[in-house]
């Protein structure tokens, strides 16, 4: 956020650090970074798709477990 307001240049470098209680110089630091790095966004973008996949899937795992478990627990409660 910080890198993106710096970059817009609606504010100084200096207002944005003062808004953001941080060194203008680390607002500098970041808007560098941010610039020379927004490239791999649109990089391979192939690639990137495959792991939060993979991750979507073990969450996805993980509530059917939680919810079979939520179900014991339901019957286990009633039967009490």
């Known amino acids: 956020m910080v890198a993106i ?6 504010k100084t470098i200096s207002q944005i650090a ?4 941080i060194h203008p ?3 500098r630091d970041w808007k560098k970074e941010f610039l020379s790095k927004c490239h791999v ?3 391979e973008s ?3 798709e495959k792991e939060p996949k ?3 899937q073990k969450a996805y795992k993980k ?3 939680l919810q079979v478990e939520i179900d014991f627990l339901s019957d286990v409660l009633k039967r009490v």
């Open 25 to 27: 110089r680390q607002v």
């Open 5 to 10: 307001e710096a970059i817009e240049a609606e």
């Open 54 to 56: 993979r991750g979507l």
């Open 63 to 65: 509530i059917g477990e």
């Open 18 to 21: 003062t808004e953001y209680g």
């Open 46 to 48: 192939g690639k990137r």
């Open 41 to 43: 966004v649109f990089d």
